[in-house]
């Protein structure tokens, strides 16, 4: 989730400072707001305290079901794919450097471990950095592979997760009766365990982590077969230069969407429906096969309306771009205001905020992101935690100051003021 080109020969055994690619920091910047947007109600506990999920409000089970729709399945693919597309550039900016890349990319991975266990015991269970670590490893084991190749592999995961999930899905419709619906009763005081927790002191939040933890690990490794095509798809991107070449191709932007977004959002629509309603929860399988599908086409609308919308140039495309330069920072503070609004850490909420609320919350959070993320990038190379990264990656501080702002020159695009 780091920045993907930290580039050219500097000098023999440092990786430097070479031309940026800038639609991939603005791409990485906006895809922060998206995983903000699904990891906050699960941080939040909408959907086991008292308002939210099931028994929230109208409203709240709307946002529920857009958020599902629009977000959910489409924004952790584009950090998976710039992942790919990192390693690449990464792999030719060591080799320029005449440094080993097999060394930094092993430091690299393990520190991104480390960060995604104190991320997953302290802050989320939810943590996806360890997954990337592990991944990364296979990811250094097939870069030699062509962008053909990998594109191949790439589609074969994603068919066999899909498969599979559609294989477990119709086994649940098969044999399961249809649930029958609740009936309406009075609202009872008791409180899950699970709330309590993440309401009490620190031991107690971390306890809750620590038993939510093999669950969400659980999911990592089912659908670890997906990112890894992220990856690989990534990979065989930046071997063949596509954002270089097509990043401002604003004919070919404008045939994706025209091509992709139709497909994706039928499927992300047929996903809501079997995870939020009208169809009931034996369909959550089928839907989330159907989003393994067709998610990927939603993404690439995504990406390319984003490039067609906006001038790389302008103000908007320099905020997006700031963030995508240290969104390892933010998505690590992301995780910290959010428990410290609604856990124990801090202000206890945990369960008493409904999805809409949480979610205008995110708006907010975001925004002060993007405004707090420019004016330090606007001051420093590197953001905080991507400063340690590359510190423990290279085994030495860098030898460019960290406090030196990046030039017109490192990226095309002047520092946002």
Same mark, same amino acid.
């Given at each position: 989730? +780091?920045?993907?080109?930290?580039?050219?020969?500097?000098?023999?055994?440092?990786?430097?400072? #070479?031309?940026?690619?800038?639609?991939?920091?603005?791409?990485?910047?906006?895809?922060?707001?998206?995983?903000?947007?699904?990891?906050?109600?699960?941080?939040?506990?909408?959907?086991?305290?008292?308002?939210?999920?099931?028994?929230?409000?109208?409203?709240?089970?709307?946002?529920? *079901?857009?958020? +599902?729709?629009?977000?959910?399945?489409?924004?952790?693919?584009? $950090?998976?794919?710039?992942?790919?597309?990192?390693?690449?550039?990464? =792999?030719?900016? @060591?080799?320029?450097?005449?440094?080993?890349?097999?060394?930094?990319?092993?430091?690299?991975?393990?520190?991104?471990?480390?960060?995604?266990?104190?991320?997953?015991?302290?802050?989320?269970?939810?943590?996806?950095?360890?997954?990337? %670590?592990?991944?990364?490893?296979?990811?250094?084991?097939?870069?030699?592979?062509?962008?053909?190749?990998?594109?191949?592999?790439?589609?074969?995961?994603?068919?066999?997760?899909?498969?599979?999930?559609l294989?477990?899905?119709?086994?649940?419709? #098969?044999?399961?009766?249809?649930?029958?619906?609740?009936?309406?009763?009075?609202?009872?005081?008791?409180?899950?365990?699970?709330?309590? @927790?993440?309401?009490?002191?620190?031991?107690?939040?971390?306890?809750?982590?620590?038993?939510?933890?093999?669950?969400?690990?659980? #999911?990592?490794?089912?659908? #670890?077969?997906?990112?890894?095509?992220? $990856?690989?798809?990534?990979?065989?991107?930046?071997?063949?230069?596509?954002? =270089?070449?097509?990043?401002?191709?604003?004919a070919?932007?404008r045939?994706?969407?025209?091509? *992709?977004?139709?497909?994706?959002?039928?499927?992300?629509? $047929?996903?809501?429906?079997?995870?939020?309603?009208?169809?009931?929860?034996? *369909?959550?399988?089928?839907?989330? !096969?159907?989003?393994?599908? +067709?998610?990927?086409?939603l993404? !690439?609308?995504?990406?390319? %309306?984003?490039?067609?919308?906006?001038?790389?140039?302008?103000? %908007?495309?320099?905020?997006?771009?700031?963030?995508?330069?240290?969104?390892?920072?933010?998505?690590?503070?992301?995780s910290? /205001?959010?428990?410290? /609004?609604?856990t124990?850490?801090?202000?206890?909420?945990?369960?008493?905020?409904?999805? !809409?609320?949480?979610?205008?919350?995110?708006?907010?959070?975001? !925004?002060?992101?993007?405004a707090?993320?420019?004016?330090?990038?606007?001051?420093?190379?590197?953001?905080?935690?991507?400063?340690?990264?590359?510190t423990?990656?290279?085994?030495?501080?860098?030898?460019?100051?960290? *406090?030196? @702002?990046?030039r017109?020159?490192?990226?095309?695009?002047?520092?946002?003021?």
């Open positions: 989730m +780091t920045s993907p080109d930290e580039g050219g020969l500097q000098g023999r055994g440092e990786i430097g400072l #070479a031309p940026r690619v800038h639609e991939v920091d603005m791409l990485r910047g906006f895809a922060l707001f998206g995983i903000l947007l699904v990891n906050a109600p699960m941080i939040a506990g909408t959907y086991a305290g008292e308002v939210g999920g099931a028994g929230g409000s109208g409203l709240d089970r709307g946002v529920v *079901w857009l958020v +599902t729709a629009l977000v959910s399945t489409e924004f952790y693919l584009p $950090f998976s794919f710039l992942f790919g597309y990192s390693f690449v550039l990464q =792999e030719r900016a @060591a080799r320029r450097a005449g440094t080993a890349f097999a060394s930094l990319h092993l430091r690299r991975t393990l520190a991104l471990f480390a960060l995604g266990v104190a991320h997953a015991v302290l802050l989320f269970p939810g943590d996806i950095l360890m997954t990337y %670590a592990v991944l990364g490893l296979v990811l250094y084991g097939l870069r030699g592979l062509g962008p053909r190749a990998a594109l191949r592999i790439a589609g074969c995961l994603v068919v066999a997760l899909a498969v599979l999930l294989g477990y899905g119709l086994l649940v419709l #098969a044999f399961t009766d249809p649930a029958v619906p609740a009936t309406p009763r009075a609202p009872v005081s008791h409180v899950p365990p699970i709330v309590h @927790a993440y309401r009490g002191g620190f031991r107690s939040v971390v306890g809750a982590h620590l038993g939510e933890l093999p669950a969400h690990l659980g #999911a990592d490794l089912l659908y #670890a077969p997906d990112i890894l095509a992220a $990856f690989l798809a990534g990979l065989a991107a930046a071997k063949a230069g596509l954002m =270089e070449r097509r990043g401002r191709d604003r070919w932007l045939r994706v969407v025209v091509r *992709w977004l139709p497909v994706g959002l039928v499927g992300s629509v $047929f996903t809501a429906c079997c995870a939020e309603g009208p169809l009931d929860g034996r *369909w959550f399988m089928v839907g989330q !096969a159907v989003a393994t599908l +067709t998610s990927p086409a993404t !690439a609308a995504y990406a390319c %309306a984003l490039l067609l919308l906006l001038d790389t140039r302008g103000r %908007a495309a320099r905020l997006l771009a700031a963030a995508g330069r240290m969104s390892l920072t933010h998505y690590l503070t992301q910290l /205001v959010l428990a410290c /609004v609604f124990g850490y801090g202000l206890g909420l945990y369960g008493r905020v409904g999805t !809409a609320l949480v979610s205008a919350g995110c708006v907010l959070l975001y !925004a002060a992101q993007l707090l993320g420019a004016r330090l990038m606007g001051r420093v190379r590197y953001g905080p935690v991507e400063l340690l990264l590359r423990v990656t290279l085994g030495t501080p860098p030898r460019t100051p960290a *406090w030196t @702002a990046v017109p020159a490192d990226d095309g695009v002047p520092p946002v003021r």
